[in-house]
């Protein structure tokens, strides 16, 4: 099943970018008449018929439209800290969002070792992987916050909002993810993923006063990407 995307919907009809079109058109040769489906990233699939075989700028017309197509019934976000091989950063986007994440934020930490991160390549990547697995909402990406910042901004959310963090001999009891979940009826999460060098002291206080749940992946010791995807699926098979 071959997926376009379009932000721009007008008067029944579907107009696809000069990327997109390109590859309706040009690479996979689809003409005028042919059924086509279009994804407007923000939850609704619509299927159409190809009215116009432009390789710069192709029209489908709208047949049906299919909200909510490929949607998960809860709502995810996830702060985590970019590593310092920014391919693994860039698989954990991509996996994530063929399970079920609806917001990315980019967080600097006390302790990371990545301090800068380019929005524009994650942002290709989410489109590309929500189209291969079959979902017309395509996450947020947002431009990068300190960890405190982030802290910040979600204090007052009703979310369940959660912190993987190692300070349990600290005075800070932690909770498997698992358990966490299972244990409310909230359907909205923040869960929050360190850097390689873990959270400092500070962002961990904070977090905890501003309403974050201690929580841990397991006893196996594992990398940035691999706890925040973890935490993804945790999610997905908490409400499936």
């Not at 008449?33 to 390789?55: F, H, K, R, W």
């Not at 201690?214 to 993804?232: D, F, I, K, M, N």
Request: with cysteine; aromatic share 8%.
């Amino acid at each position: 099943m071959e997926i376009f995307w379009t932000d721009r919907i007008e008067a029944g009809l579907c107009f696809l970018g000069e990327e997109e079109s390109a590859h309706c058109v040009r690479v996979l040769r689809h003409r005028e008449g042919d059924n086509v489906c279009v994804i407007d990233g923000a939850g609704t699939m619509y299927e159409c018929v190809l009215s116009q075989a432009s390789p710069k700028a192709a029209v489908a017309r709208i047949e049906k439209a299919n909200p909510g197509w490929g949607s998960h019934p809860y709502r995810l976000e996830m702060a985590v800290c970019p590593t310092k091989n920014i391919d693994r950063y860039e698989w954990f986007v991509e996996k994530a969002t063929e399970v079920g994440t609806d917001r990315f934020v980019p967080v600097i930490g006390d302790h990371s070792e990545r301090k800068v991160l380019k929005t524009e390549r994650l942002r290709r990547i989410v489109l590309s992987a929500a189209k291969q697995s079959l979902k017309a909402a395509v996450p947020e990406i947002s431009e990068p916050l300190t960890v405190k910042e982030f802290i910040a901004s979600v204090a007052d959310s009703p979310a369940l909002k959660m912190i993987a963090c190692c300070f349990e001999d600290e005075g800070y009891p932690r909770t498997s993810v698992m358990q966490a979940l299972s244990g409310t009826d909230k359907r909205e999460y923040i869960v929050l993923i360190g850097p390689e060098g873990d959270f400092s002291r500070e962002e961990v206080k904070l977090a905890t006063e501003a309403g974050f749940i201690p929580v841990h992946l397991g006893e196996s010791r594992l990398r940035t990407e691999t706890a925040a995807l973890a935490a993804v699926f945790a999610a997905y098979y908490n409400n499936i």
